[in-house]
């Protein structure tokens, strides 16, 4: 895949991502902007999964610092109380930058464009991480898809003609030309304005799902992540047993919320054929060489077709997918 990713994801600590080609920042972990420096400038949109201190730890920095180059916006799930009072507090804390903000609290299903161009859009869908989270709630916890808005021929006009189409296109034009809401305006910008209309009538907006990040919590639907050409699933634990025993703060589900494994993750892109994925949040509790080979020894299990690039804890990746990932299998 040719996209830069530059991730960091130390579960409990940090995680961050950044997504240059959209201009978009996932979550804000605490050492976002000491890395990512004045990279900061350039982000459109913040978007945030949900209101654990991990994953908002550096929101603050990024709010004041990125605030200093103009308007931006910063997408959270609406059921957290936790972000009106972060965006209460970051108006007073450096009211100088950070009232450049807009925040926007995202319902499951609500939709941002990111940046001045229409294309890159955002959307928002629920995800299960807090344990007394449920569907009637407004969402404490989201996940993103990153969508590609493309324009298309509408589906009634797929089967004609370029020279029929170019006619149709021609007709809604000078319908419009004549219509009252252009009759007043001056000839040239009528006509513009007739070209548009034309070109509108004969096209929709079609989305292409690019990726999907899911946040913190439970495997994913894999009907929600359906068709992405890659998917970032979080998978906290190499094995179950580490989720079930043990007393580390993030073997819950005694402490409020869940998080998922290896396998579930796995699980969920090739219920969903996603071929390309990334697991990030993975424990700090395992070595580097424990990750790869347990990450390996799973796919091997399942036999999973497709690419898989881990993000090991306690490191920077500045291009993911730039690097070979650890797993590859295309064959037969
Ligand atoms: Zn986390
Ligand atoms: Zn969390």
Redesign the pocket.
């Known amino acids: 895949m040719n996209l830069q990713i530059a991730i960091h994801s130390s ?2 600590f940090a ?1 961050w991502m950044w997504i240059p080609d959209w201009h978009l920042l996932i979550d804000a972990g605490d050492g976002a902007t000491q890395h990512l420096g004045y990279k900061i400038r350039k982000i459109d949109t913040v978007a945030l999964t949900h209101s ?1 201190r ?2 908002i730890g550096g929101l603050l920095q990024v709010v004041n610092q990125r605030g200093e180059a103009g308007n931006f916006a910063v997408a959270h799930p609406c059921g957290s109380r936790s972000f009106k009072q972060l965006e209460n507090f970051a108006s007073v804390f450096n009211p100088g930058s950070s009232w450049r903000a807009t925040w926007h609290a995202l319902e499951e299903g609500d939709s941002l464009q990111t940046g001045d161009t229409p294309e890159r859009v955002l959307k928002a869908f629920r995800t299960r991480h807090y344990l007394d989270d449920n569907i009637e709630n407004a969402p404490r916890s989201l996940g993103f898809h990153l969508l590609w808005r493309k324009q298309k021929v509408r589906a009634e006009f797929r089967d004609l003609s370029q020279k029929e189409l170019d006619e149709m296109r021609r007709k809604i034009g000078q319908e419009a030309m004549t219509s009252p809401r252009l009759r007043d305006l001056p000839q040239a910008e009528r006509e513009q304005m007739a070209n548009q209309t034309g070109r509108e009538g004969i096209t929709e907006p079609v989305d292409e799902k690019w990726i999907s990040v899911g946040g ?1 919590g439970e495997p994913l639907d894999p009907n929600e992540v359906r068709g992405a050409k890659l998917l970032l699933h ?1 998978a ?1 634990f190499l094995c179950k047993e580490d989720r079930d025993s043990g007393d580390e703060e993030e073997a819950e589900p005694t402490h409020g919320h869940v998080h998922s494994t290896v396998e579930e993750a796995l699980r969920v892109a090739q219920m969903a054929q996603v071929e390309n994925v990334v697991l990030y ?1 993975i424990s700090t509790r395992y070595t580097d060489a424990q990750i790869r080979d347990d990450i390996r020894a799973v796919a091997q299990n399942l036999d999973f077709r497709g690419r898989i690039w881990p993000v090991l804890p306690r490191r920077v990746h500045w291009n993911l997918l730039g690097e070979k990932p650890v797993w590859e299998n295309h064959s037969n």
């Open positions: 579960p409990r995680t654990h991990d994953h913190d979080e906290t949040h």
